[in-house]
C-alpha cells in the first residue's frame, strides 16, 4: 500500500468503525470468525462446551471468536496446560474485527498436532492494525489445544 493509500484508509477509519459498530448491533446471527456460519451452529457449540473442536482450525476460529466475545475462561480452558498463562486481563484484548486463515499444516481430526496461519485485523477510530500469526496446536485425548504461535513481521509475504 502506497502512503496515500493509508492515508485515505486513515480518513475513512471512523466511517468503518462506525459501520462494524452497527454491523456487530445488528447482525447477530453470523458467527465472529467470519465462517460464514451462524454463530449458534459454529463457535458457540465449542465455546458452550457442547462439542470439542474437531480440528485445530476450528479450535483456532472459536479461540478468535472467545477473544471477540471475551470468553476469558474458554481462551484458558482452550491453552494448552504447558503454556497457558495464569490469566488473561480482557482489557489487554483488542477489538478483532476480521480473521484470514492463510494456511493450515495437519491438525485434521487425525492427527494429533496442527499448524494454523492466520491473519487477525483490529481497529479503532485512530488505527488499524494486523496480527499475522503461525499458531501451533495439539491434540490430546480428542480435545485439541493451542500451544503457542509465531508472530510474522511482514502480514502480506510476496508483496
Ligand atoms: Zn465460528
Redesign the pocket.
Known amino acids: 500500500m502506497t502512503s496515500d493509500g493509508a492515508e485515505i484508509l486513515l480518513l475513512f477509519l471512523p466511517l468503518l468503525y462506525q459501520l462494524f459498530a452497527m454491523t456487530d448491533m445488528t447482525d447477530t446471527n453470523n458467527?465472529p470468525?467470519h465462517?460464514g456460519?451462524p454463530y449458534a451452529e459454529?463457535?458457540e457449540q465449542l465455546l458452550s462446551g457442547a462439542h470439542p473442536a474437531s480440528t485445530a482450525e476450528a479450535l483456532m476460529?472459536?479461540r478468535y471468536?472467545a477473544y471477540v466475545v471475551r470468553d476469558i475462561a474458554y481462551l484458558l480452558r482452550s491453552w494448552h496446560s504447558s503454556t497457558r498463562p495464569d490469566t488473561i486481563d480482557p482489557a489487554a484484548i483488542p477489538e478483532w474485527r476480521g480473521l484470514h486463515i492463510v494456511r493450515i499444516e495437519k491438525g485434521m481430526e487425525s492427527d494429533c498436532r496442527g499448524v494454523v496461519e492466520f491473519i487477525a485485523t483490529s481497529f479503532s477510530r485512530e488505527n488499524v492494525w494486523r496480527l499475522h500469526e503461525v499458531s501451533r496446536f495439539v491434540q490430546e485425548e480428542g480435545q485439541w489445544f493451542y500451544i503457542d504461535g509465531d508472530i510474522r513481521d511482514d502480514p502480506f509475504p510476496g508483496e
Open positions: 458467527c470468525c465462517s456460519r459454529c463457535c476460529r472459536s471468536t
